[in-house]
């Protein structure tokens, strides 16, 4: 169980993280450390060799998803009796712009699925991992790693049985 990433700590520099989404820069810089505290999230970040430079980061949490957004193939596998059925959030992914165009986007969503994976196995059922990218960019990257639209939600999901097949 060898991750790539760490906790999000005090010693990192959240303050020099530009990735050029306002929206995911603005979470590292003045809220991740507060989500962290109440619980709401984890954020793990893939810190340079001085551990201090944030080069990427994302953030998981509980959730659910609503059966009828399931694909039918999907749902038949499940029983009747779960209207809201376990997940995991990958709320938020970003790389730094400096560290673009390296791979690192990748890296960090196998990290992120792998964590997901092992904690659905080990500790909290979650039938799946799901996400709501942030713009079109966000849905095309996410595709390309088995991400499925849900349709009507803007959410993505890869089931966790696909997700296991990759370890």
Do not use: W
């Amino acid at each position: 169980m060898n991750y790539i990433t760490v906790a999000l700590n005090t010693s990192h520099n959240k303050a020099g993280f530009l990735c050029g989404k306002q929206l995911l820069d603005d979470y590292l810089h003045k809220q991740a450390k507060q989500d962290v505290k109440r619980k709401l999230s984890a954020c793990f970040v893939l810190a340079d060799k001085d551990e201090i430079t944030v080069k990427g980061y994302y953030t998981l949490s509980g959730a659910s998803v609503a059966r009828d957004l399931l694909p039918e193939n999907i749902i038949k596998k499940l029983p009747p009796s779960y209207m809201d059925l376990p997940a995991t959030l990958l709320g938020r992914l970003a790389v730094d712009n400096r560290y673009k165009k390296q791979g690192l986007g990748e890296l960090l969503l196998i990290d992120a699925l792998k964590r997901s994976y092992d904690i659905s196995v080990n500790s909290i059922g979650s039938m799946a991992v799901i996400t709501d990218p942030i713009d079109e960019a966000a849905v095309s990257f996410y595709k390309k790693y088995g991400f499925i639209l849900l349709p009507g939600s803007g959410k993505m999901f890869i089931p966790m049985d696909t997700v296991a097949g990759l370890f």
